[in-house]
């Protein structure tokens, strides 16, 4: 348990350093909301998968209020999870989120309420950069190296190493690198 912990954290205060310039300190790390909202996010997924559903939502309530980042304790997430800014993020409840995903604030993964299905929400790939505004709506696909522009409305399958932008979401070119 605490090696996890610790693996976690040296986890995100590389992933920061990667991502972020601004931040000078390794401790900085503990201030952002980024960090913060996957920890209760651990913490509420703990509950979730002992089926104390309750609990779980309080926690995960908690974090929302205290970070601006909402994130469903169902949420399968990766390592190397980066929510710049943070606030506004929604992920729901069967978004799964690769490693290396960097993402801005107001981004949601979110169903469209036309799902028949369990899986109602996005799977995103590794490696994957979503700009700020995004909306990534219903069970479908991101594939790795995607980069997804500002405010895009993301509503099909995306293969990987595309650019997406525009609403309702389009291809503009293939990606060739990934995101720094």
């Known amino acids: 348990m605490v090696i996890g912990v610790l693996s976690f954290i040296k986890d995100q205060i590389n992933t920061i350093k990667k ?5 000078k300190s390794p ?9 913060r909202a996957q920890v209760y996010h651990k913490i509420a997924k703990f509950f979730y998968n002992h089926k104390l559903y309750f609990i779980a939502r309080l926690v ?11 994130i469903h304790p169902g949420a399968k ?12 993020v929604v992920i729901g409840q069967t978004s799964i989120i690769g490693n290396n995903v960097v993402m801005f ?17 996005p799977t995103i790939g ?13 069970n479908i696909m991101i594939g790795d ?5 500002a405010n895009a409305v993301v509503l099909k399958n995306v293969e990987k ?12 070119k293939k990606s060739v690198e990934k995101h720094k």
């Open 19 to 23: 991502n972020d310039p601004a931040i």
């Open 27 to 35: 401790l900085e790390v503990f201030l952002y909301p980024s960090f």
């Open 60 to 70: 995960s309530e908690f974090a929302k209020r205290k970070t601006g980042i909402e």
């Open 77 to 88: 997430i990766g390592k190397g999870l980066f929510i710049d800014h943070g606030t506004g």
């Open 105 to 121: 604030h107001g981004v949601t993964l979110g169903g469209t309420g036309n799902e028949k299905t369990k899986k109602r929400h």
């Open 126 to 138: 590794n490696n994957v950069f979503i700009g700020s505004g995004a909306k990534i709506l219903g």
């Open 145 to 149: 190296n995607v980069k997804i522009g």
């Open 161 to 172: 190493n595309k650019t997406v932008v525009g609403i309702p979401g389009y291809v503009v």
